[in-house]
């Protein structure tokens, strides 16, 4: 791996505690769940350093984003306020730092089962026989609709009032429409084709 | 059995719902076969229960690029398609439904009349064709609601989903047709409803070709089936005949398979990519393109999904995700301001899916929010037909290779005005099917990357206008054919596995006739 060493903060900010504290306050804000736990939010902190450990390319961007962060906070971006730490990250968005974050982050603060939990989602069934004794069908809350298919009137395949290409009437025998400055019907269409 | 490398064989490219069915109906019939599945040979127990964990296990992941101006390109560059690399491809983390085209879906040019920038033209082939097989399919795979198939149970997501239909007035609802079980069929048990299916179903309730039809090849003694190994060359003699494929084994080591027949099954985009890479001074444009046809013409349907919220649990995971269809937008009715119709389908994501698939590129607030909301989330997913056209085309980028050096798949899409005004009028639709019963908010997820993969080797009466005739052989080539989605002249609003099927079926009879007849 090479380092930015031409940039002495660059390599001073190899991924300390303070990179990880600043990640964790930027997830907070980007992903605001206040239901979370710390632990999701950390580990996904720690992911995003870790990864950035494996490519150069994402190092700097992460050394030079959270610096960024800093300078437009005005100090520590740990200190904004939610509304204000919002503001510095949209101004930020385009950008490869946060583009790598949030992909990152997507990625695997989503994929944590302490967060499912939170969420309400029960992670694998398979193991535990499926939903079939397990609530698969347990919402109260409406009626229970029918499940078979529809016994009346057979769905007509095209609306009674269209009118069809090739004779120019609707199923129903409707109008006859000008179709005279159209091609055959059953001709296609076609352009030159570039080979 | 093995077939000696030597031996001038039936050569099938791809295990999937066309080439995996083309290989049992074959070899049922007394014909050996070489199946060459690119992908490894994963057992259903080898499935895992996490959304990432079996994407990274399932997935094609080989590095394709994109162009166009479908959101793809921007939120995810390198993966247009969500299809299986493994024996039975993409049949084993399909969903399952299972509606059979429409009589005037097979004949979209002389319905729907000219559409501007649209290459609409009929099939070769009717439904009345195509009916008797639809029937063998539906049987093969267990299709509920049919040939006496009981139904499955409403699930949570579809009783929010049927109960939304009927209070705005739809009537064609049910949990099906879907080819997973209610009950033991076919020697298969019924589902548990264990809710994992775009992670392969670890149960084999649901109908795949790993489940059934490469087994039972297998149990013939005739199937030569060889995981891992990735076609990447269909060679042909000095009369411009195929006669023989060259593929890569796991370690990259170049084999030759003598063919006397060959079809390719390997999905809309690897299958016109084979054809290209195979060009040679004799077909300088690649294999069966003397029409200019190969890779055009590719169809991913019209989607987008729904995702609304309510103010009591909805669970919309646990249980079958697609078991749910509502066939009223189906018809052709052009009053609504488009031609052809779509369905709605219950869907349902994980919180790991969801975040990723949502809203690609979204955070903060009205991001967490539907997150937040996922216990009370109920969803569905639009489906219709997209307009065939000539620059929505899959070509070779020969400045990206992959890892064998060979140039890969790019795939260029842009929306026809007609999808988007189907696409928009079916988020309308869903929305106020949710709002029917209660939805607090909604938010209108756009299209995946691409499941459905169509059109890129179409079906046409005339060889100028297309790349096989009406049993799947190419126009210009007589002992290659194409075994897969890769044939639809135009898309139709259903899903398109069992139309697969039933084409694999119809044509495994006409290779068979035609091998003993001298005719290829």
């Known amino acids: ?195 | 059995m093995k077939i000696d490398q030597n031996e001038e064989a039936v050569v099938i490219v791809g295990s999937g719902a066309g080439g995996g069915t083309l290989a049992y109906e074959l070899t049922k019939k007394g014909i050996p076969v070489v199946v060459l599945e690119a992908g490894p040979y994963l057992r259903n127990e080898d499935y895992v229960n996490n959304e990432w964990e079996a994407f990274n296990q399932m997935a094609w992941l080989d590095p394709r690029t994109t162009s166009g101006s479908w959101r793809i390109t921007t939120d995810f560059p390198n993966l247009p398609t969500w299809i299986v690399k493994a024996v039975g491809g993409t049949t084993t983390h399909w969903s399952g439904a299972t509606p059979r085209f429409k009589e005037h879906e097979f004949k979209a040019r002389s319905t729907y009349g000219r559409v501007e920038g649209a290459n609409l033209l009929d099939w070769p082939i009717t439904k009345e064709d195509l009916d008797p097989y639809y029937e063998r399919a539906e049987i093969a795979m267990g299709s509920t609601h049919t040939h006496g198939r009981k139904p499955l149970p409403a699930n949570n997501n579809y009783k929010v989903f049927a109960n939304g239909a009927e209070r705005i007035g739809y009537k064609h609802y049910a949990t099906g047709p879907y080819a997973t079980n209610a009950e033991e069929y076919d020697g298969r048990p019924a589902s548990i409803q264990d809710g994992f299916n775009f992670q392969g179903d670890k149960n084999k309730s649901k109908w795949s070709t790993l489940v059934r039809e490469i087994p039972r090849a297998e149990d013939t003694g005739l199937l030569d089936l060889r995981s891992d190994c990735q076609v990447v060359q269909i060679t042909h003699d000095a009369s411009g005949r195929a006669d023989s494929v060259l593929y890569l084994d796991d370690e990259g080591n170049l084999h030759r398979q003598a063919a006397k027949l060959v079809a390719v099954a390997g999905n809309s985009i690897e299958t016109p990519r084979l054809l290209l890479m195979s060009a040679t001074a004799m077909f300088p444009d690649g294999l069966a393109n003397s029409s200019g046809q190969v890779g055009r013409n590719y169809m991913r349907h019209t989607t987008g999904s729904v995702f609304s919220r309510f103010d009591k649990p909805v669970r919309m995971y646990r249980g079958e995700t697609m078991a749910g269809v509502i066939a009223d937008e189906s018809i052709h009715n052009p009053d609504r301001g488009f031609v052809g119709g779509y369905y709605l389908e219950t869907i349902s994501l994980g919180p790991a899916f969801l975040a990723s698939f949502a809203d690609p590129g979204a955070w903060g607030a009205d991001f967490a929010e539907i997150m937040n909301a996922y216990l009370n989330t109920a969803g569905l997913w639009v489906i219709g037909e997209d307009m065939p056209q000539e620059s929505n085309r899959i070509t070779l980028n020969s400045a990206v290779t992959d890892k064998n050096g060979l140039p890969v798949p790019n795939v260029n899409f842009d929306d026809h005005a007609n999808d988007v005004a189907m696409r928009d009028h079916g988020y309308q639709q869903a929305e106020k099917l949710y709002n029917s019963v209660g939805a607090v908010g909604s938010h209108r997820a756009p299209p995946y990357p691409s499941t459905h993969n169509l059109g890129t080797s179409r079906m046409s009466a005339r060889p100028e206008d297309g790349v096989v005739d009406q049993w799947g052989r190419t126009h210009d080539i007589p002992n290659l054919f194409v075994s897969d989605g890769s044939v639809f002249t135009t898309g139709a609003a259903a899903n398109p596995t069992l139309t697969i099927v039933a084409l694999a079926i119809r044509q495994a009879e006409y290779i068979a006739d035609q091998l003993k007849t001298g005719g290829i």
């Open chain 1, 1 to 195: 791996m090479t380092f930015p060493a031409k940039y002495p903060q660059l390599n001073e900010m190899e991924l300390t505690d303070d990179a990880h504290d600043v990640l964790i306050r930027l997830l907070r804000v980007a992903f605001p769940h206040p239901d979370f736990p710390d632990g999701p939010y950390e580990r996904t902190a720690t992911r995003i350093l870790n990864e950035a450990r494996e490519s150069t390319w994402f190092r700097v961007a992460l050394t030079q984003g959270i610096l960024t962060l800093g300078q437009l906070a005005g100090g520590d971006f740990r200190n904004l306020d939610d509304d204000a730490a919002t503001s510095v990250l949209r101004r930020i968005e385009a950008t490869a730092f946060f583009g790598f974050i949030r992909r990152t982050t997507v990625l695997n603060l989503y994929d944590d089962p302490e967060v499912w939990e939170v969420l309400g989602y029960e992670g694998p069934s398979f193991d535990k026989g499926g939903y079939i004794n397990r609530g698969f069908n347990d919402l109260d809350w409406l009626p229970e609709p029918r499940i078979e298919l529809y016994d009346g009137e057979p769905l007509p395949d095209i609306a009674p009032n269209a009118v069809l290409a090739s004779t120019g009437k609707s199923p129903t025998g409707g109008q006859q429409t000008d179709t005279s400055n159209q091609p055959g019907s059953q001709e296609t269409v076609m352009r030159k084709v570039s080979k």
